[in-house]
């Protein structure tokens, strides 16, 4: 038995992009030494990304563009 029905139209609802190629490229100075040590990360990247997430290996994050991250225990992270 049918009581009803309901329906929506919605507008713009999806919207499709085209992306630009993007060359991802990055670098960290300094690689090594004692703790607590500042590394600075240096996007290079090319193709106008609008956003970044950084993961450092340690449970810390940032979205930053070129964030700078205090390593304060000594390790290695890959």
């Known amino acids: 038995m049918l009581l009803g029905s309901n329906t929506a139209t919605k507008s713009n609802y999806v919207n499709v992009v085209t992306v630009t190629n993007l060359l991802l490229l990055f670098s960290a100075s300094p690689t090594t030494g004692k703790h607590p040590l500042n590394v600075k990360f240096t996007d290079k990247s090319t193709g106008s990304p609008t956003s970044w ?22 390790g290695n992270t890959r």
Do not use: E, I, R, V
Not at 53 to 74: E, I, R, V
């Open 53 to 74: 997430y950084w993961n450092f290996g340690d449970k810390s994050t940032s979205t930053t563009h070129n964030p700078t991250h205090k390593y304060t225990k000594a």
